[in-house]
Structure formats: C-alpha cells, structure tokens
T-cell receptor
C-alpha cells in the first residue's frame, strides 16, 4: 500500500513549456485534489475530483487542467508554464465509500520552478 | 470566501517549553483537522475533531474543539526538537461539501535543543 504517489519530485521548466504532474493513489479513495503551497499563502486548492469522470475548479484553477479517467489517477497539466506557477504542488486523496471518513492523505509533493 | 485564521504564524521556543497554536473562523465547522508538515514532505494528519467541546490527546499534544465549533487549539506540553514543523489546521464548513477542506496558513514551529 503506497498511499499517494507523485512524480516527478522536482521539475524545472522554461516559460511557455507544458508538462503533466502525475498523481496516483491505491486506497480506492473517491475524492482527489491538487493544491499548491506558497510561502505565507498556505495550501490553495487548484482542482478536485469527486470520482472518475468528474472534476471541478478550486480556488486557483487558471493555467491548469485536470482529468480523472480512473479512480486511481489524477494528473495535473500545466498548459503554458509561467513564473507565477513556481510552487510546491501536492496531490491528496480522501474518502473510502461507505466509511464516512473524509481525512485527506497527501503525496510527497512536486517542487516546480519556472524560469 | 471562508477564512481560517491561524496564530501565531511563527513560533520559536526552547526544548521543554509549552505552547499553544490557535485556529479561528467566523463560520461553523462540521469537522476540523490538524496536520503536521515536515520540510520536503506532504502534510500528515494528526487528528480530526467533530463534536463541540471535544478534547483529544496524542501523547504530548492536546487538541480542543470550541463549544461553538468555530475555533480549535493545539497545545504541546514539554516541546521537543522532533516537534519542529509546520502545523496546519483545516476545516469542513457546515453546509459545505464533505470533501473540500479549507486550510489555514499554518504555524511554523521551531523547537531549539
């Protein structure tokens, strides 16, 4: 049971490049989400999904796309990277159907630098 | 936008001292969670509180949920260097989504030997 995994751990992009941050969970959780963490700003929700095929915007969705084709995977796509997207990105999952438990489990994070 | 205020933002103490971190909102929570995050890692859940007035203990950590479910506190007794990290509170608001959490900005705790 690996929990929530994220790849890559570190990434450097040039302005305008695109890339996908990978996230996978093996806990059969229904809910998955992406956050970015910046100094003094806390964790801010980018996009989330309440199940396969269902996604919605969070607090700071601009410049990011997501899809949820399977329960396990929830990739985050940066369409055209900008220096303002330099941040640490965390994927999280929660809610095993039928348990009533909504605690979130986080991945180890991806540190992204856009130059 | 619902806000969750944490205080203090930074805290530097000596080993053996006690401390309290606060988490406040003007809205009512259906549940509130506390996380600890160490450098280079993701947040790790410490506790969930659900009932107004609830108190939970985790070794030297005591978590309290306000009677009105609008605030919470984390008290650490006899802090140790291993307690160093970023402490985050996160809440689900009454009437909101069961899934979505709102996070405070965190309290960065440093315990010096």
């Amino acid at each position: 049971n690996a929990g929530v995994t994220q790849t890559p751990k570190f990434q450097v992009l040039k302005t305008g490049q695109s890339m996908t941050l990978q996230c996978a969970q093996d806990m059969n959780h229904e809910y998955m989400s992406w956050y970015r963490q910046d100094p003094g700003m806390g964790l801010r929700l980018i996009h989330y999904s309440v199940g396969a095929g269902i996604t919605d915007q969070g607090e700071v969705p601009n410049g990011y796309n997501v899809s949820r084709s399977t329960t396990e995977d929830f990739p985050l796509r940066l369409l055209s990277a900008a220096p303002s997207q330099t941040s640490v990105y965390f994927c999280a999952s929660s809610y095993l159907p039928g348990t009533g438990q909504y605690e979130q489990y986080f991945g180890p994070g991806t540190r992204l630098t856009v130059t | 936008t619902q806000l969750l205020e944490q205080s203090p933002q930074f805290l530097s103490i000596q080993e053996g001292e006690n401390l309290t971190v606060y988490c406040n909102s003007s809205s009512v929570f259906s549940s509130l969670q506390w996380y600890r995050q160490e450098p280079g890692e993701g947040p790790v859940l410490l506790v969930t509180v659900v009932t107004g007035g609830e108190v939970k203990k985790l070794k030297r950590l005591t978590f309290q949920f306000g009677d009105a479910r609008k605030d919470s506190s984390l008290h650490i007794t006899a802090a140790q260097p291993g307690d160093t990290g970023l402490y985050l509170c996160a809440g689900r608001y009454s009437g909101g989504s069961n899934y979505k959490l709102t996070f405070g900005k965190g309290t960065l705790l440093t315990v010096n030997p």
